[in-house]
């Protein structure tokens, strides 16, 4: 028993991404995986939550072609029941709606579940054909609007919802395209016990020049006890490409519920989004017959530098000893990739690492770019040596310092914060750019180790550095045994 009590206790908190948030997507299956459920599901995974998943339909479509499709209405309440009997689903994309019954038993479920919903509203494949019945598209405006949070039509969707014609729209003339989504906004407020919620409409590729599209966002968002009106736009470079783009808008929107998911504000969402969807949009899978899929896959060097994260990380976490050293501003783990020149290039845990019932708990995914001190820290470290490629900070303690000194072969540097000049005082990157040159400057390289005693509103600290996961775990181990906490 006492045994089996170990091993519950390391398997909660050997794998990271146990402890992602959820997501629901309602859509239908699209073979290519490149669109639809499948686009999804790879989406909430990428964006660090976990996918559920509901079909709608079956298609039967490749990347530039749609040869038809086949309701699953028959099916949809007993997918929806095992699921939400089940888990606690809150945040969910719906995206093909194929017939007025698999409205109707969505419907249904929303109103039982109340959930947070994403709705891209796709009738017309990017293949090409019809994805619903005719006329659906009314009955989803009455019954499916009133229920959802943010709505992502393209331009000729936002045209058809809102019964308005746009012509020669550009940034200067943008006042018919906000009229539009303001259109828009007000079909998402069905009663009075909705009035008071926040909203969203995003526009997609609402206009678009030689070189550029944009999306226009409108949110009305809580200020002062009540809501305000907020445009948005958010521009992205033209690939010039041939072909078929299958799937953008189900990537946009799944990323968007995932991070709502993820606890962020509709702005901040939404935002976070855009930036997701920007990076994967330069990138696509190379398939016959000039149709396009977004190459969602990760990387093999990001894996590798997100499994040494990993490996740190599942050493500390089932060890509560570790918990002392998780400083007031929090522990995070940093590891480059190997030429890394930004902080996009470095990985770290979202949210940082904090402490959950006495144990290290990461508050967040592993991502890139989501790391600010650490990470500038160590690009900072590998101007001078790019085999430095993972840093950790830790609780500064003076006793520690004195017996890993005495005691331990690691090298240690003091640096003195009142030493700045003012001028890197009061900017945050540049004193990390001069913590590192006083290190070299007093010691020629850098150490194991790089403390100070803090300053005005800055917590002391120890920087842990290494080149590998190994590296890093080998010198925990003798930090815990030489201070035996």
Known sequence: MIA??????????????????????????????????????????????????????????????????????????????????????????????????????????????????????????????????????????????????????????????????????????????????????????????????????????????????????????????????????????????????????????????????????????????????????????????EGKIIDLTIPDEHLKVINQIKQIYNFIAPLKKFSNLIPEVRMNISCSLPNAKSKTDIAGVDGRITVRDGYPYASGDISFGVSNHTARLLLTAKKFDNSVNIVMNLKYNPEWIKALQNTTDLELQEIHRELQPNKIMIKEESTMQWIIKESLRNLGEIPDIIWDKGSMGKEPMMRLFGKRSEDIIKKLKLIIETIKI
């Open 4 to 289: 089996s009590k170990k091993v519950n206790r390391f398997i909660l908190f050997l794998p990271i991404y146990l402890m992602k948030p959820i997501c629901l997507t309602i859509a239908g299956a699209d073979p290519t995986s490149g669109a639809g459920i499948q686009a999804d599901i790879r989406t909430f995974d990428r964006c660090g939550v976990h996918p559920f998943s509901v079909i709608t339909a079956i298609t039967f479509q490749t990347a530039n072609k749609l040869f038809g499709y086949k309701s699953l209405s028959d099916d949809l309440e007993s997918q929806l029941d095992a699921l939400l009997t089940t888990y606690p689903i809150k945040y969910t994309k719906i995206g093909m709606v194929p017939d007025f019954k698999t409205l109707d038993i969505i419907i249904k479920y929303i109103k039982k579940y109340n959930f947070e919903i994403v709705f891209d509203p796709v009738s017309i494949s990017s293949a090409g054909g019809r994805l619903s019945s005719e006329g659906l598209e009314i009955e989803i405006e009455k019954k499916l609007f009133p229920y959802v949070k943010i709505i992502t039509p393209n331009k000729s969707e936002a045209i058809y919802y809102s019964n308005r014609e746009i012509y020669n729209t550009s940034e200067e003339n943008i006042d018919n395209l906000k009229k539009v989504a303001e259109i828009l906004l007000k079909k998402l407020y069905g009663d009075e016990n909705s009035q008071n919620i926040e909203k969203a409409v995003v526009i997609k590729s609402a206009i678009s020049s030689h070189d550029e599209v944009m999306d226009l966002v409108l949110i009305n968002r809580k200020k002062n006890d009540h809501l305000e009106k907020e445009f948005q736009t958010f521009k992205k470079n033209k690939i010039p490409v041939k072909g078929n783009i299958h799937g953008t808008g189900c990537v946009f929107s799944s990323a968007i519920t995932a991070f709502l998911a993820k606890q962020y504000s509709i702005k901040k969402a939404i935002s976070k989004a855009e930036s997701f969807f920007n990076e994967k949009f330069q990138n696509f899978i190379q398939i016959p017959k």
